[in-house]
């Protein structure tokens, strides 16, 4: 009787192999596959831009820093920093509150400082210069702190704790012009401000800064008197 069932059993059995050996060819398939995507990732996106994205906004830089500090430390170490910290807890933060601009970082001497708006940039350095002319009467010179100022209006690369960019980096020879407890902006400041801000402009002209290709129209901010 079992003679009947043998053609089954031979059909069935071939069925089997043939959707093992199916199964087994398309496992082999996706692996296949797999490998050859893994090496497509790894190959370098040619042509391709990236899609990180950077963040930029116009800004107005203001960098203070103090004049003569080396010197100023090296007569007096705990003295200077003492002072200088209080100038700028008393006079430079509330400034700065004040006309709505952010600390971007503090340095040994001096400080970083980003507005939105060149005109409230410009009007917190005059306030805090006015606070320090009086804060120093009575102190004799080798001991006061002077604070020199240069602002600048340009597009900025921002990250968390810092900003970076041209504009940012002109600052700094800009601020090497201006004369103790003075103010120095760039023409492209000068622009947003006048008519806007109560104070004199001196024309300086044009100036060639250091590792600035482009020489750069300075302007000299005082008080009205």
Avoid at 30 to 57: D, H, I, S, W
Wanted: glycine content about 8%; aromatic content about 6%; proline content about 4%.
């Amino acid at each position: 009787m079992f003679e009947e069932f043998w053609p089954d059993l031979g059909k069935m059995l071939a069925a089997g192999l043939l959707a093992g050996s199916a199964s087994l060819a398309m496992q082999g398939a996706a692996r296949k596959a797999a490998r050859r995507l893994k090496q497509l990732r790894a190959l370098p996106a040619v042509g391709l831009k990236t899609t990180e994205f950077v963040e930029r906004r116009l800004a107005a830089i203001l960098l203070a820093d103090v004049v003569g500090y080396s010197r100023l430390m090296n007569a007096d170490e705990e003295g200077t920093h003492a002072g200088f910290l209080s100038c700028r807890r008393e006079i430079m933060e509330p400034a700065v509150r004040e006309h709505r601009g952010r600390i971007v970082k503090n340095t040994g001497d001096g400080a970083l400082v980003e507005f939105g708006s060149a005109v409230d940039a410009v009007r917190c350095a005059l306030d805090f210069q006015q606070a320090m002319v009086a804060r120093n009467a009575g102190v004799p010179q080798s001991r006061r702190i002077d604070l020199r100022v240069a602002i600048n209006l340009g597009d900025v690369i921002v990250e968390p704790d810092d900003i970076y960019g041209h504009a940012v980096n002109l600052v700094a020879p800009l601020e090497s012009l201006a004369s103790p407890g003075g103010i120095c902006i760039s023409a492209d400041t000068w622009r947003h401000v006048r008519g806007s801000v109560a104070a004199e402009f001196v024309d300086m002209g044009e100036r060639h800064l250091k590792n600035i290709a482009d020489p750069v129209r300075v302007f000299a901010v005082s008080p009205v008197t």
